[in-house]
C-alpha cells in the first residue's frame, strides 16, 4: 500500500495574508475583474516558501485558478495551468486527483483523446471515487466515449415528441404544478416522475426533460430530500440549453449546499452569477 505523504502547514507569519489574498481573488473573480483576479492569485502562489509542492495550498491555488478558467470559457489559461499542477502535488502517484482535473479540462476543451485517456488514469487510481460529486457528463462519456465523436460533444436531438405522449406529459406536469403551488410536494413529485417516465431514452436528450428535471428536483429539494435533489439536478443540467439555464446551477448550489459540501456549493453558485448576476439569488430556494 502506497503511504500518503501529508503536507506542511504555512507559517503562521505568512497564512493570515495567504488567506485575505485568496478572499480577494475569488471577489475580484466574483466581481467578473478576471485579469486582476487571477493575478492575485498568482500573487498567493508566490508568498509559498519552496519547495511549493510541500504545501497543499499551492496546488488549491491552481486548481481554483483553472476550475474559474473553465468557468469562463477560457481553455487555453486552464490546460497551460492543469499542466503545471503535477509538479505541486505530493500524492500524483496515489490520488487519480490530477488526473481527473486535466480530464475535466481537456473534456472542456474538446480534446476527447486526452479526456478519455486520463479519465482512465483517474478512475483506476480512485477505484471509481473520482466520479462523486461532480458533474455527470463526465461519467456519461467516461461510460459513453463512443457516442462523443469527431471531437465534439454531440448535438442534442431535435425530434418533436409524438403529440399524444406530448399532451400528456403537459397535463402530468400541469397537475403537478397545482400540487406544488398548495405545497403537496410529495403528490407534485409523483407527477412530475410520472411525466418523466414517458419520455422516450435518453431522457435527455428531449426539450421537456429540461424543465420536467427541474421541477422534480425543486420538488425534492422542499421534501428536504437533497441528495435525490441533486441527482435530478444534474440531469436538467444535461440535458437541452441545461448548462445556460442559471436557475439550474443555482438550484446545485443550494442542494450542494444543504448536504454540506461547500466548495461545490460556492462553484455552482458563481455559475449561476456569472449567467446572471445578482438576479438569480432573488427568491429562489
Given at each position: 500500500?502506497?503511504?500518503?505523504?501529508?503536507?506542511?502547514?504555512?507559517?503562521?507569519?505568512i497564512?493570515?495574508?495567504?488567506?485575505?489574498?485568496?478572499?480577494?481573488?475569488?471577489?475580484?473573480?466574483v466581481?467578473?475583474k478576471?485579469?486582476e483576479?487571477f493575478?492575485?492569485?498568482?500573487?498567493?502562489l508566490?508568498?509559498?516558501?519552496?519547495?511549493?509542492?510541500?504545501?497543499?495550498?499551492s496546488?488549491?491555488?491552481?486548481?481554483?485558478?483553472?476550475?474559474?478558467y473553465?468557468?469562463?470559457?477560457r481553455h487555453a489559461?486552464a490546460?497551460?495551468?492543469?499542466?503545471?499542477?503535477?509538479?505541486?502535488?505530493?500524492?500524483?502517484?496515489i490520488?487519480g486527483?490530477?488526473?481527473?482535473?486535466?480530464?475535466?479540462v481537456?473534456?472542456?476543451?474538446?480534446?476527447?483523446?486526452?479526456?478519455?485517456?486520463?479519465?482512465r488514469?483517474a478512475d483506476?487510481?480512485?477505484?471509481?471515487?473520482?466520479f462523486?460529486?461532480?458533474?455527470?457528463?463526465?461519467?456519461?462519456?467516461?461510460?459513453?466515449?463512443?457516442q462523443?465523436?469527431?471531437e465534439?460533444?454531440?448535438?442534442?436531438?431535435n425530434?418533436?415528441?409524438?403529440?399524444?405522449?406530448?399532451?400528456?406529459?403537459?397535463?402530468?406536469?400541469?397537475?403537478?404544478?397545482?400540487?406544488?403551488?398548495?405545497?403537496?410536494?410529495?403528490f407534485?413529485?409523483?407527477?412530475?416522475?410520472e411525466?418523466l417516465?414517458?419520455?422516450p431514452?435518453?431522457?435527455?436528450?428531449?426539450?421537456?426533460?429540461?424543465?420536467?428535471?427541474?421541477?422534480?428536483?425543486?420538488?425534492?429539494?422542499?421534501?428536504?430530500?437533497?441528495?435525490?435533489?441533486l441527482?435530478?439536478?444534474?440531469?436538467?443540467l444535461m440535458?437541452?440549453?441545461?448548462?445556460?439555464?442559471p436557475?439550474?446551477?443555482?438550484?446545485?448550489?443550494?442542494?450542494?449546499?444543504?448536504?454540506?459540501?461547500?466548495?461545490?456549493a460556492?462553484t455552482?453558485?458563481?455559475?449561476?452569477y456569472?449567467?446572471?448576476?445578482?438576479?438569480?439569488?432573488?427568491?429562489?430556494?
Amino acid at each position: 500500500m502506497q503511504h500518503i505523504k501529508k503536507y506542511k502547514q504555512l507559517p503562521d507569519n505568512i497564512y493570515d495574508s495567504f488567506d485575505e489574498l485568496t478572499d480577494k481573488a475569488y471577489e475580484l473573480f466574483v466581481a467578473k475583474k478576471y485579469e486582476e483576479s487571477f493575478s492575485t492569485y498568482e500573487q498567493c502562489l508566490q508568498m509559498i516558501p519552496e519547495p511549493k509542492r510541500d504545501y497543499g495550498e499551492s496546488s488549491n491555488v491552481i486548481e481554483w485558478m483553472v476550475e474559474n478558467y473553465l468557468l469562463i470559457g477560457r481553455h487555453a489559461e486552464a490546460i497551460k495551468w492543469v499542466e503545471q499542477l503535477s509538479d505541486y502535488l505530493k500524492n500524483k502517484d496515489i490520488t487519480g486527483d490530477g488526473e481527473f482535473l486535466k480530464a475535466k479540462v481537456y473534456f472542456e476543451a474538446k480534446d476527447l483523446d486526452k479526456s478519455l485517456e486520463y479519465f482512465r488514469i483517474a478512475d483506476e487510481k480512485s477505484k471509481g471515487r473520482c466520479f462523486e460529486d461532480e458533474d455527470n457528463k463526465y461519467f456519461h462519456f467516461y461510460k459513453n466515449p463512443g457516442q462523443y465523436v469527431n471531437e465534439s460533444i454531440p448535438a442534442l436531438i431535435n425530434a418533436e415528441l409524438d403529440d399524444t405522449i406530448y399532451d400528456q406529459i403537459v397535463v402530468l406536469a400541469e397537475t403537478g404544478d397545482e400540487y406544488a403551488e398548495k405545497e403537496e410536494h410529495e403528490f407534485a413529485m409523483r407527477k412530475y416522475q410520472e411525466a418523466l417516465n414517458l419520455l422516450p431514452e435518453p431522457k435527455t436528450d428531449w426539450e421537456a426533460a429540461t424543465w420536467l428535471y427541474v421541477a422534480l428536483g425543486d420538488a425534492l429539494f422542499n421534501l428536504e430530500k437533497f441528495d435525490t435533489a441533486l441527482g435530478s439536478y444534474e440531469q436538467a443540467l444535461m440535458s437541452p440549453d441545461g448548462t445556460v439555464n442559471p436557475y439550474i446551477w443555482f438550484s446545485l448550489g443550494s442542494a450542494f449546499y444543504e448536504l454540506d459540501n461547500m466548495g461545490k456549493a460556492k462553484t455552482h453558485f458563481m455559475s449561476a452569477y456569472l449567467l446572471d448576476g445578482d438576479e438569480i439569488a432573488k427568491g429562489n430556494h
